[in-house]
């Protein structure tokens, strides 16, 4: 039954899409031929609204596009970078990324992976607000750490902000779950769901004054003939 959910939601969000495009070219078009003019606070507020749908639809699209991983032999860095392409970094807020040697090779949906990435980066930009602060990113690996042969690296995505309240903590990664006034509580549910997709697990929580965000994944996938199926691997 969710799977004629997710495709009725495919489809309706695909043809909400295209009209939207041709709304958001139109108040384009206007706000270009009437420069100040009364009618300028009015084109602002419809590109806002249309921005907004337009962000639900992409999160409902994102989330409901259940294609099987596409796994890849991939850089972390290069997933991180691609990920931080993605994102609108106000001059307020510090990014600290891993140096070179802090690299990684992993399999993985490299593009899916890239989205979970961009989602933690942008909640942690929206939780920092206007306020100066930084956001940390850390890459750990956990053989080196421990000296066991499990294979798995951390990915730390700490920020500074408010602590997450006790009563918001376990919601968090739950469907819709959202305290903002414009979001879908679709994206930590879409980076559990690939995390786990990838067979690793995403965890919170409040530490040493910072949001930290830690995501465990597998160097590399192994798949049983039960759950290949529908994973495409290209090394
Ligand atoms: N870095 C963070 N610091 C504090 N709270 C956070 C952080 N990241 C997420 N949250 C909390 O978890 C909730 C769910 O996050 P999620 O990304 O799923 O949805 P959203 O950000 O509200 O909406 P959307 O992702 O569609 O913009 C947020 O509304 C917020 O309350
Ligand atoms: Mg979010």
Do not use: W
Not at 8 to 33: D, T, Y
Not at 52 to 60: A, L, N, T, W
Not at 139 to 167: C, M, Q, W, Y
């Amino acid at each position: 039954r969710f799977e004629g959910l997710g495709k009725f939601s495919s489809s309706m969000a695909h043809n909400i899409r295209n009209p939207l495009g041709s709304l958001l070219n139109s108040v384009e078009l206007i706000k270009k031929s009437n420069l100040d003019t009364p009618l300028n606070k009015e084109t602002a507020r419809m590109e806002r609204s249309i921005k907004r749908i337009s962000h639900q639809i992409e999160s409902i699209l994102t989330f409901v596009n259940n294609t099987p991983l596409n796994l890849h032999s991939v850089m972390l860095l290069d997933i991180l970078h691609n990920a931080v392409d993605m994102l609108t970094l106000p001059k307020n807020i510090d990014l600290h990324i891993p140096d070179d040697d802090q690299n990684i090779n992993v399999e993985c949906d490299n593009k899916k992976m890239e989205f979970v990435f961009y989602n933690l980066l942008n909640n942690a930009v929206q939780a920092i607000g206007h306020n100066q602060g930084r956001i940390v990113v850390r890459i750990r690996d956990e053989d080196v750490e421990t000296g066991n042969k499990n294979g798995t690296v951390i990915l730390e995505f700490a920020n500074s902000g408010p602590s997450i309240p006790s009563h918001v903590l376990p919601h968090m990664f739950d469907p819709l779950f959202t305290t903002k006034k414009e979001g879908t509580g679709l994206g930590l549910t879409y980076c559990k769901n690939i995390v786990k997709l990838h067979k690793g697990r995403i965890t919170t929580s409040n530490q040493n004054g910072l949001v930290l965000f830690s995501i465990y994944i597998p160097k590399t996938q192994t798949f049983s003939s039960t759950d290949a199926r529908g994973v495409v691997r290209r090394v």
